[in-house]
Each structure stands twice: as C-alpha cells, then as structure tokens.
C-alpha cells in the first residue's frame, strides 16, 4: 500500500504559468485536503474535499482552484502562477472529516 | 476559527534528556489535538494524538497532556535521542458541524537533540 503520493516531487515554474499539483491515495479515504507550508506559518489549508464530488474552501483558496472527480484523486490547481505561492504543498487524507489526517511527502514548487 | 499558538520554536537538549513542547488555542469546542513529527524533506507524521475526553496519553517515550479548562496541550519527550531531532506541530481540530471538522496547526517547533 503506498499510502499517498504526489507529483511532481518539485517544479520551477515561470510566473503567469499554469500548473497541477496531482494527489492520489490508496486508503478509500473520504476527506481529503491540500495545504501549504511556509517558514514560519506552519500548514495551512488551501482547500478540502469531504466526499468525492463535493469541495470547500480552506483558510487561504485565493489563487488555486481543486476537484474531486472520484475518491482517490484530488489535483490542485494554479491558474496563473505568482511568485508568492512559492511553498510546499502537502496532500492530506483521512477516512472522514474526523479522524487522523495522513500526509503524503509534499510538492516543492518555485514560481519565478 | 481556531488560532493555535506553539512554543517554543526552537528547542535543544541534550541527548538522554527529556523535551517539552507546549501549545494553546483560542476555541473550547475544538475536541481532538494530534502532533506532527516531520523530518526534513518529509511530509508531517502522526506521532501522537489525544481526545477531549481524556487528560493524558502515553506511548513509549511520548506522553501528551491536556488541560480544558486551560486550553492548553503539551508534548513530552523523555530519553531523547538523535533521531527525535526534527520539527514537531500541534493541531487543533474544530468542529462546527459534523462533517466539516479542520484541524488548525501550530507554526512548529524544531527540536535538536545534541549529542
């Protein structure tokens, strides 16, 4: 079982660029989450999903766009990248909205 | 919303002794407070975990504590070792309708065991 992966590992990105962070798990777990890590904010939460097909907005949404076709899947959008979203992101899951969230090993991402 | 506030952000001791991480937060409806080891390169990893219904939990080496009426949590470390170096976060899960539970993380504290 591999638990959670992401993709790409890390990317350098050209300002303006759309880009997909891709999240997939293997646990049929029905919450999952996309946050991002700063230097000295911790994680915080860009956008959730308690069930596929449905999602909801996180303390920082502005500039990133989610979907949650099916249970395993749940891709994070950059529609036009600035420099400031410059972070690491991390995909979380948990069986439901209520229990432990595990994290996948997160994607480095450089907007130039 | 919840606010959780960690301290400290820097910790070293010295190998064999113990650490002590603490944490606060602002909403007494939040129910479920986890901690988070995470290596460098690494995503956060589920060390511990305790419920608003119960004061203590132990496991090994980690304890956590939790007083209520305070608003307060803490981790505890005893015997450290090297390999317990590494940045550590608390989380405070809020639920305000079922379903639409969140969990709001403190900003981390790097601890480094000195040989």
């Known amino acids: 079982i591999a638990g959670i992966t992401q993709a790409p590992t890390s990317q350098i990105l050209a300002a303006g660029r759309r880009m997909t962070l891709r999240c997939t798990q293997d646990?049929?777990?029905?919450?999952m989450y996309w946050y991002r890590q700063d230097l000295g904010l911790g994680l915080r939460l860009i956008h959730y999903s308690n069930t596929a097909g449905t999602t909801g907005k996180g303390e920082v949404p502005d500039g990133y766009s989610v979907s949650r076709a099916n249970t395993d899947d749940f891709p994070l959008t950059l529609a036009s990248a600035v420099p400031s979203q410059t972070s690491v992101y991390f995909c979380?899951?948990?069986?439901?909205?209520?229990?432990?969230?595990?994290f996948g090993p997160g994607t480095r991402l450089l907007v130039l | 919303g919840e606010n959780v506030e960690q301290h400290p952000s820097t910790l070293s001791v010295q190998e064999g002794d113990s650490a002590v991480i603490k944490c606060t937060y602002s909403d007494s409806a939040s129910n479920y407070f986890p901690w988070y080891k995470q290596e460098l390169g690494k995503g956060p990893q589920l060390i511990i975990d305790i419920r608003s219904n119960v004061g203590e939990k132990k496991d090994q080496r980690i304890a956590v504590t939790l007083n209520k009426t305070a608003k307060h949590f803490s981790l505890h470390i005893t015997e450290t070792q090297p390999e317990d170096s590494a940045v550590y976060f608390c989380?405070?899960?809020?639920?305000?309708?079922?379903?639409?539970?969140?969990?709001?993380f403190g900003t981390g504290t790097r601890l480094t065991i000195i040989p």
């Open positions: 989380a405070a899960q809020y639920s305000y309708n079922f379903g639409n539970e969140k969990l709001t």
């Open positions: 979380a899951s948990s069986v439901d909205g209520q229990e432990t969230q595990y």
């Open positions: 646990m049929r777990h029905n919450a």
